[in-house]
């Protein structure tokens, strides 16, 4: 079976995001990017799903710029066999990266496909749902458990009240949270060998979907900073301050 | 603008985050319906007709809405689409799940965890783990939304008497089975819509003193967090992660207790009214958003605030 992975280049995420000075984005110059970490451990999943012969290639994707190049490097070091490139100077929404991601199924014909949940950038939550609908597959969100069963995947997915476990008819897209698994660090001989595994460039207008934005960004804007607080000495003190100064108890 | 709201509800009854959703779809137009789509749920369709303002409920119960798989619900919603500008739901689990599949099948964009609704096209919502406010217009047709709940008060239950009216079921895809839940139990209050919220960190060492915690948070009449760390750790489950991929809690009173203050973490509770942090790191970053910061040993610190409110 072969696996489609996906991964986003994203700012770090131990970087604090600044609205540029013009107010028209996020400042992503000469700032320390990222593999989204939840792409991480998608790859991660579906390498040790390869090394315990349920899998025999993993396809990494990624969509973006030319230094996308790099995160689809970390995926080949990781362990993925190969890459495709879908080079944009565009944003795209995740309407948009579901439609790509559509089209390189169509060609790829993967048995399953997995994502990370969210990006950390846009904080969406969207693009593996928007995925399993165009193509009419099952969807596991938010999966911290896969079990794969012949034509079924038995999954347990983080909710809200706890944990639920479903069976997903497959090929399915599954989602990772973070309790999933720990991804691998890439080690040096791994990154040497990552070199030389293939990676496909395909400009995105030849695969013909229509990626076109759906939002017009108005504006983005820093919230404003909590005021300082103050430090207490002691027990009695914060006690003292809960009732008699904020009135929360 | 006529606007649908996805209710959250187990059949019985519906959810709180339910009465967040209706302030919210109520700044976006007035015509109002909530759809309960499960079985079993007139109970929750006759809480859902006694919200103030709600025009109708739609009553889908069948079979294959039991536990409100997306890959069902989904082609429900495609069918009503058409009758409304908005489709509106919690940014829960479930809210999160459902939305973005029923808009690609409309070909439209999710609009995800709205904070504001700025007018009917335009919405806020954070981005980057909420250190940024984002502002945007949606250009389709059909606005599909989840909201923030912890952004909008709560609507009244009671005093409406709206007509419910059944719809018949979508069929069963097959594509997904619902194999069994594992829901953790607790006496506390929920954590997303408690008033007072205690939660653990890295901190805290291992799971059994989280009892500590419970101990606090019985005098409190509180929720339990914690941090990313304390999950991954394994101190507590799933459930209780506040942060950026966990939940986002805004209460009046939110207790940070050996937690560092990541910024993952700081996305999910900053909107809280009051913020305590007792660390033994007085360079903890959680102390820079603490409006009372305790530089202690936590384990001394505890035993001594749970006394102090006999």
Redesign the interface.
Known sequence: MKILVTCKRV?D??V??R?KADGTG?NLDNVKMAMNP?DEIAIEEAIRMREAGKADEIVAVSIGAAKTEETLRTALAMGADRAVHVVTEDDI???GV?KVLKSLVESEQPGLVIMG??A???????????????L???????V?NVELDGDTA?IT?????????????MP?VLTS???LNEPRYASLPNIMKAKKKPMDKKPIDELGVDTAP??????????PP?AA????A???E??D??KNE?Q?? | MSILIIAEHDNAEIKGATLNTLTAAAKMGDSVDILIAGSGCSGAAEAAAALPGVRSVKLADSAEYA?Q???NV?PLLVQLAGDYSHLVAPA???G??????????L???????ISDV?DAD?FER???????????????ATKVITVRTTKFAAAEAAGGSASIDSIDGSGDT???????????QSDRPEL?SAK?VVSGGRGMQNGDNFAMLDELAGK?NAAVGAS?AA??AGFV???YQVG??G?VVAP??YIAIGISGA??HLAGM?DS????AINND?EAPI?Q????????DLFD?VP??TA??D
């Open positions: 700012l995420p131990y604090k995001a609205v996020v939840f929404e995740p309407l579901a949940k969210q950390i950038d846009g904080d969406s939550n969207q693009a593996g749902q928007m995925l399993a609908a165009l009419g597959w099952a969807q596991g969100t938010n911290s038995n997915r983080e909710i809200d009240g706890g944990l639920e476990r479903l069976a997903l008819k399915c949270d973070l309790r759906r939002q017009t960004l108005v504006s983005v804007s820093e919230p909590r607080g103050v430090k207490v002691s027990v009695d914060l006690v301050k809960l904020a929360v108890i | 536990n798989l997306a890959e989904a829960t689990t479930n999160k799940n459902l939305m973005p599949r029923v808009a690609a099948l070909d439209v964009m999710a609009i995800s965890d700025v335009t954070p981005i980057y783990a909420g250190n940024v406010l984002s502002v945007i217009k949606s250009n389709d097959g594509l997904a089975t619902f194999e069994g839940q594992d829901l953790t997303t007072v409190l990313r999950v991954d489950p799933n459930d950026q991929t939940k009046d009173l910024i993952q900053k009214k009051t913020i305590v007085e102390f958003v603490a409006d009372y910061g305790l530089v202690m610190a001594q605030f102090a409110l």
